[in-house]
């Protein structure tokens, strides 16, 4: 996806076979207050664009093929503090009206069921985020909190017990005397 990617709204609903007829080509942004499936798993998305394709390919499949990318916060399994996460994913996409129909589909193709004329595009485009998710996230380098906290348990672990071996330091010291 380019830099230039339009900041306008992309269409909630759309009419993807006809896209696929017309060749035709979005680009802009979700907004964010329609993502509510990401919202009600206390997901904290600050941006999402996407550029997408409508085409037929050599079968006459109706495809839809594009970028998509999202500016997320995300919980460090490490720390437990928020963290940004650039999540960009590919859709390689086949309409087909049923579960029958996307069973036949070939392999390079993931279904998009439109039983309907019209389809969500927002409902997609928050399943393909949920589907791309990291599993696990934690900063690159360790974390700020967490090292000065274990920094400090050492120190605490050190100062308050005694030295399990001090009596054999004792004892070695007397017999080399």
């Known amino acids: 996806m380019s830099d230039g990617t339009p900041k306008h709204p992309l269409p909630r609903l759309i009419e993807p076979r006809r896209f696929a007829h017309q060749g035709a ?10 993502l509510h499936r990401l919202a009600e798993i206390g997901l904290a998305v600050d ?12 079968q006459r ?3 839809v093929s594009g970028q ?30 049923d579960e029958e129909s996307a069973r036949q589909l070939p ?7 439109v039983a309907e004329e019209q389809a969500d595009l927002y409902v ?6 949920l589907l791309n998710l990291p599993y696990v996230v934690y900063h690159d380098s360790p974390c ?18 005694p030295n399990p071996f001090q009596v054999l330091k004792q004892l070695k010291e007397t017999i080399t005397k």
């Open 25 to 34: 080509v979005l680009r802009g942004v979700v907004p964010v207050a329609e």
């Open 47 to 58: 941006a999402v664009q996407a550029e997408l394709s409508f085409s037929l390919d050599e």
């Open 61 to 63: 499949e109706r495809i």
């Open 68 to 97: 998509l990318q999202a500016d997320l916060s995300l919980q460090c399994q490490r720390c437990l503090e928020l963290m940004p996460v650039n999540l960009k994913c590919e859709i390689n996409l086949a309409l087909v009206r």
């Open 107 to 113: 392999g390079n193709y993931d279904p998009w069921i």
């Open 124 to 129: 997609l485009l928050e399943e393909e985020i």
């Open 144 to 161: 700020g909190s967490l090292v000065h906290s274990q920094v400090e348990v050492a120190e605490e672990v050190v100062s308050d017990k």
